[in-house]
């Protein structure tokens, strides 16, 4: 079998991206063989038991360095569970290792990352019906749904490029607010909506929340006027708008402006936990490496402001028991939240505080790594 590598340039730089149909030769490959497995991973590490950590796993990956986490691609390869066939544990722990170490020898930004995702999805739009059976994820992708990026979620490449594309120096006084993974299920142009105004439609019984907070620079805490919010999240039935027939288009979404005083507040509804999308290869991967396909309750967010870096991130309901196993490995502790009690308002139970800090550019480009200082947000998010 050979993998035929993918060339694209960006930025002016030729790179190297194994194509989309690569990865599930390996898969299907694999599928049926019962080779013994090399021992990659050290028996005491924990290859094969379920991360209960959510990226603290003991051990490190082959090449790991010390700028970025040096346990998170452990933890990715020790959430295969002990039903995945010796093969499988195989391959797939080579394919996690060598496809991290790449990204970060590299250092392969979000920007860059997303390029070859819809470099792929186009390429594969355009192919002929026989290609598109060959790339599955190809197929299923569309401006609903992005197959080929929650792929790589499953094996935590989005997660371990959102770290290397917003990480910033240790020794910084104080920091934005950290980011967390896009998804596959944004969607550009959700409506503009005034503060206080809520995203929720068509249902009464989900737990009504109103959330509220401040967006400022993260060096001087000044307040900062023009800041959008692009919020999204599920219904309580665990499905995006997109996924649900009985939902009204661009339902649970919104994008709000802030004033002068940075201030911001709308209603949405307290998030459910919610299985991902398990009828393609994302699901396939998950079976065959006999994980879960459960993700912690989260509220999505891009917040951007004219001459600021966007910040891409998540937050999580704190009480929720996916929190430490996330099948996509986007927790981060200062994204855990708790809703609190709302006392005296028929529109909310619940009530949910949280402020963002912004870098400017300037910022970022003193703190961030190179390459990390383009615009992150999807076109026309802002």
């Known amino acids: 079998m050979t993998l035929v590598p993918h060339l694209i340039f960006h930025s002016g730089k030729l790179e190297h991206h194994l194509e989309p149909q690569a990865l599930f030769q390996v898969v ?20 094969g038991e379920q991360n209960k950590s959510n990226g603290t796993a003991n051990g490190n990956s082959t090449k790991s360095t010390s700028k970025f986490d040096p346990t998170f691609t452990q933890a990715v390869v020790n959430a295969t569970g002990p039903k995945a066939s010796p093969r499988i544990r195989k391959v797939f722990a080579s394919l996690i290792t060598h496809l991290h170490d790449f990204a970060r020898e590299n250092e392969i930004t979000v920007d860059e990352w997303m390029a070859g995702v819809e470099m792929c999805l186009q390429r594969y739009l355009r192919a002929p019906s026989d290609n598109l059976k060959i ?81 400022t620079d993260y060096l ?71 994980r879960h396909p459960m993700r912690p309750a989260h509220i999505h967010f891009i917040v951007s402001a004219p001459g600021y870096k966007p910040i891409v991130t998540q937050i999580f309901d704190r009480r929720d028991k996916h929190i430490t196993d996330d099948a996509v490995f986007a927790v981060k502790e200062s994204l855990i939240v708790d809703f609190l009690p709302r006392k005296g308002d028929p529109k909310a139970d619940f009530e949910l505080p949280y402020n963002f800090k912004m870098a400017t550019y300037e910022e970022a480009k003193t703190h961030s790594l190179e390459g990390t200082t383009e615009t992150s947000a999807p076109e026309g998010s802002s």
């Open 28 to 47: 299907m490959a694999t599928t049926d063989m019962t080779y013994e497995p090399l021992q990659l991973v050290p028996e005491e590490h924990g290859v």
């Open 135 to 215: 790339n599955e994820a190809g197929r299923m992708s569309d401006d609903r749904r992005n197959e080929g990026q929650l792929v790589c979620d499953v094996l935590g490449l989005e997660s371990l490029v959102d770290e290397i594309t917003y990480k910033l120096a240790t020794d910084a006084a104080d920091e934005p607010t950290t980011t967390a993974i896009l998804g596959p299920f944004w969607r550009k142009d959700a409506p503009r909506r005034e503060m206080g105004e809520t995203t929720v439609t068509g249902i009464e019984n989900g737990d009504h929340t109103f959330m509220h907070g401040t967006v």
């Open 220 to 290: 001087t805490g000044k307040p900062i006027e023009g800041a959008e919010l692009d919020v999204w999240h599920t219904a309580p039935n665990g499905l995006y708008e997109q996924q649900d027939p009985d939902q009204v288009d661009m339902n649970l979404r919104g994008r709000f402006t802030t004033g002068k005083d940075g201030k911001y507040n709308f209603y949405c509804l307290r998030p459910t936990s919610y299985p991902i999308p398990y009828d393609g290869p994302a699901g396939k991967i998950l079976q065959l490496l006999d």
